[in-house]
């Protein structure tokens, strides 16, 4: 399958991650496959597709968390395929989770205070000896990116009582607080209302607009991908099947037979198939 | 929360000095008694240490009895007899045990931790019964221990022993206490909670749990050094895992929300345990048994949850 050709907004700057050829095999299980992406810095990309359709595997080899079978991936012209997580972390790459992956037995100012002291350490054992948890750079850190979020009002709150939007928004929040370029959001909305899911993305996006962070996220939502993305990736069966504008990528008749489905109405106004 | 900090420390600092200047006043076996209270009150901080990350270990006296036969052996192979050397030996040698033991423990996690680190002193156990050159079952006796040349008998020799338990004890307890707000200590709930969250954030749980492991040998292995020396005497009982269920029982006694309550713990368990031993000497267990279980009961968070609720008390009540 060749379907994708290189995008025109991806084109005159140096990408900032770029992935090529890459696929992931469990047995006879292909889990994805011929994946050739680049993402320019600060660009907004959405990530569609049915599940099973290779999406989170593909954040998950970005981000360590899986080893690809095949393929390479370089963030900012650096080969970072096959690296455990944390180094990837630690080089800018940061990702949000699709459950929410925080400390629930402490405070909401405790788990961004642990994640911005481990952004200020040095990473080794002897680094996390030496530097105080509590350090006043920490602790600021913490607390800007509390306001950031817009969730001051749980600052004292323990985590496990939190309800799931502010959980969403701490652990993007700990994802963000290290100041990363590259920024993962594995379904942002899942397990959100209808209602909550775009003024979640709205603090979400202003947060991360006002960092300048790289945004890749998986998306369920279609409202939300075109109101959000600057760019859409499609995937089917393990792969890309179409790349482009919002409007592009759901106006694709592939896309809307494979992933949207054809009554739908995309809130971009592509999905004018009959 | 610096300004509790700060005052816990004073209380802490008041206290050790109450200790240290009621010593000479004291009956000889309570001095005795105390003294290795607080030598296994430092075995106790290195669990309290674990047992923070959600690591139990039923095998702390795999480095308890390493610290003390370091002091046996080296105080019989080379003739040296300066406590404060023989105690760092002891602690290095623990350490390093811990730091090779670690590569393999730092991998599991809660049952399967436990017991491996239980099989693991099992296996020193084992060894030093058949080790018949080292005294076998019977173990054999520690040198009298001297001061930078000082060498007290008798009575002047356990108050030695009590105000070097004391010190060593403190410099112990201020180090941990440093160690659980620095970014590497203060990982421990984060570890027991999300051990996922805590890689993505970029750090080696595995690497961080090693750390600990060899915290806590090395202190298992100064609190054996220091019991050696009091009781004059070591054996394989040491490594046996009854030895390391009191630590376990101590730490439960104990709590782990405080530094100051491993030695306050420590030092209930000894009473009630010689206590018991006098009034009853055929039930003493069942007594040791009925404590466990008020303090599971009645205190699930130990004794050291009791300072910590006085203290939250107070803050509400003062604006």
């Known amino acids: 399958m060749n379907t994708t050709a290189p995008v025109t907004i991806a084109s005159g700057e140096r990408p900032i991650l770029s992935v090529r050829d890459l696929e992931k095999t469990f047995g006879s299980l292909v889990a994805a496959r011929d994946i050739t992406v680049s993402i320019p810095p600060q660009q907004t990309v959405g990530v569609i597709g049915a599940n099973g359709a290779g999406k989170t595997t593909f954040v998950n080899m970005v981000t360590g968390h899986l080893m690809p079978s095949k393929g390479a991936i370089l963030f900012e012209d650096r080969e970072i395929t096959g690296m455990p997580s944390r180094e990837i972390t630690r080089l800018g790459i940061s990702r949000s989770f699709q459950v929410a992956q925080i400390f629930p037995s402490l405070s909401v100012f405790d788990n961004m205070c642990i994640a911005a002291a481990i952004a200020r350490s040095s990473g080794g054992v002897l680094g996390g000896l030496a530097s105080p948890v509590a350090s006043p750079a920490a602790i600021a850190e913490a607390e800007s990116t509390i306001e950031l979020f817009q969730i001051s009002s749980y600052r004292d709150t323990t985590a496990s009582t939190l309800p799931q939007g502010v959980r969403k928004l701490l652990d993007i929040g700990m994802a963000v607080v290290g100041w990363p370029r590259l920024l993962l959001l594995d379904e942002p909305t899942s397990g959100i209302s209808i209602e909550e899911k775009f003024d979640l993305m709205n603090v979400v996006m202003s947060a991360l607009k006002s960092r300048k962070i790289t945004v890749l996220f998986v998306e369920h939502d279609m409202e939300i991908v075109g109101r959000f993305a600057d760019r859409v990736l499609a995937f089917y069966d393990g792969t890309v099947i179409a790349d482009g504008t919002p409007d592009e990528t759901l106006a694709d008749p592939q896309v809307q037979e494979l992933i949207t489905g054809v009554k739908l109405k995309s809130a971009a106004g592509a999905g004018g198939h009959a | ?319």
Not at chain 2, 16 to 36: E, K, M
Not at chain 2, 109 to 135: D, H, P, Q
Not at chain 2, 227 to 239: I, K, L, R, S, Y
């Open chain 2, 1 to 319: 929360m610096s300004m509790a900090n700060g005052r816990a420390q004073l209380v802490g600092g008041l206290l050790f000095l109450l200790a240290a200047a009621a010593g000479p006043a004291l009956p000889d076996w309570i001095v005795s008694l105390a003294t290795i209270a607080f030598a296994n009150a430092l075995v106790v901080l290195g669990l309290i240490v674990l047992w923070r990350a959600g690591l139990v270990s039923f095998g702390q006296a795999l480095y308890y009895c390493i610290g003390a036969y370091v002091v046996a052996l080296t105080a019989r192979w080379t003739g040296i007899t300066d406590a404060f050397l023989l105690v760092l030996l002891a602690g290095i040698g623990a350490g390093i045990t811990a730091v090779l033991v670690g590569f393999l423990l730092a991998r599991y996690r809660e049952i399967f931790f436990a017991m491996l680190s239980l099989a693991l002193s099992m296996i020193l156990y084992g060894v030093l019964v058949k080790t018949e050159s080292l005294g076998s079952t019977d173990g054999f006796s520690v040198m009298t221990p001297t001061f930078l040349g000082y060498a007290p008998h008798r009575e002047a020799l356990g108050l030695a022993l009590y105000w070097m338990t004391l010190g060593v004890g403190a410099v112990g307890a201020v180090l941990v206490g440093v160690y659980f707000r620095s970014v590497a200590g203060a990982l421990a709930a984060p570890i027991r909670d999300n051990e996922i969250r805590v890689e993505f954030l970029g750090v080696s749980v595995n690497r961080v749990i090693h750390a600990k492991v060899t915290i806590a040998g090395a202190l298992g292995g100064v609190g054996g050094a220091l019991a050696a020396m009091t009781v004059g005497h070591v054996d394989p009982n040491m490594a046996y895992w009854t030895t390391s269920g009191g630590f376990v029982f101590v730490t439960i006694l104990a709590g782990t929300a405080s530094v100051a309550a491993a030695f306050v713990g420590s030092l209930v368990f000894e009473g009630v345990r010689s206590f018991a031993y006098d009034v009853m000497p055929s039930l003493w267990q069942m007594t040791l048994g009925s404590v466990l279980l008020l303090t599971i009961l009645f205190l699930p968070d130990g004794l050291g949850s009791l300072v910590v609720k006085l203290r939250r008390r107070r803050e509400t009540k003062t604006p």
